[in-house]
């Protein structure tokens, strides 16, 4: 099992910036890879960026060049650093840890709310 503990949500005017970390906590040795999904009331949750221990990160189209994930593999955490918020950035932010395809644990969720 794998525990995920997200920090860093809340409330900011647009064109603003948030820093969301996430800590895992248990079975780490099984972790390649973690990431950030978000999700709006009625409608599926998105892809906002994902990262493997090597570095390799993958961004969604709607948050490229605006937010920056990292990984410091010594404390088993996972950062998002958004900056230019937008109103449409607003959701829950969950924090997820797999494998490299597949994403099997999931944080309990951080609110961002992004105000025009």
């Known amino acids: 099992q794998v525990q995920l503990v997200e920090s860093g949500g809340g409330s900011v005017q647009a064109g603003g910036s948030l820093r969301l970390s996430c800590a895992a906590s248990?079975?780490?040795?099984?972790?390649?890879?973690m990431g950030w999904y978000r999700q709006v009331p009625g409608q599926q949750r998105e892809l906002v960026a994902r990262i493997t221990r090597g570095g390799s990160t993958n961004y969604g189209d709607s948050v490229k060049g605006r937010f920056t994930i990292s990984i410091d593999n010594a404390k088993d955490t996972v950062y998002l650093q958004m900056n230019s918020l937008k109103p449409e950035d607003t959701g829950v932010y969950y924090c997820?840890?797999?494998?490299?395809?597949?994403?099997?644990?999931w944080g309990q969720g951080t609110q961002v709310t992004v105000s025009s």
């Open positions: 248990g079975s780490i040795f099984f972790i390649n890879a």
């Open positions: 997820t840890s797999g494998s490299v395809t597949t994403f099997n644990y």
